[in-house]
């Protein structure tokens, strides 16, 4: 009888999609091995919505940075610096 294990579920591959000479590699990681590719927080496992999510619902800033101490304020607002510039640069080509 053999011990060999096989995994239930095919490991997704671990490779960060956003290159390192990207505006968005200091902020941001995507990385199919990680969190099923949801878009985090750079040296975190905190996906980029959470951010939106807590905004939305009329947190502040620091409510957000509380919840998720490893995600660091530079980083937070460096996303939402990305964002509104994509933003407007998109609304700009109307």
Known sequence: MSSTKT???PAREERELI???SLLAPFI????????GEPCF?????P???LFDHLRAGDPLAVFLEDFPTVSRE???AVIDLASRGLLE???LL
């Open 42 to 46: 750079r040296g975190s496992r905190v």
């Open 75 to 77: 980083q937070a607002v």
């Open 48 to 50: 980029i919505q959470h």
């Open 90 to 92: 998109g609304l700009r």
């Open 7 to 9: 995994p239930l579920t």
């Open 19 to 21: 290159s390192s000479d």
């Open 29 to 36: 990681s995507v990385n199919p091995g990680r969190m099923h």
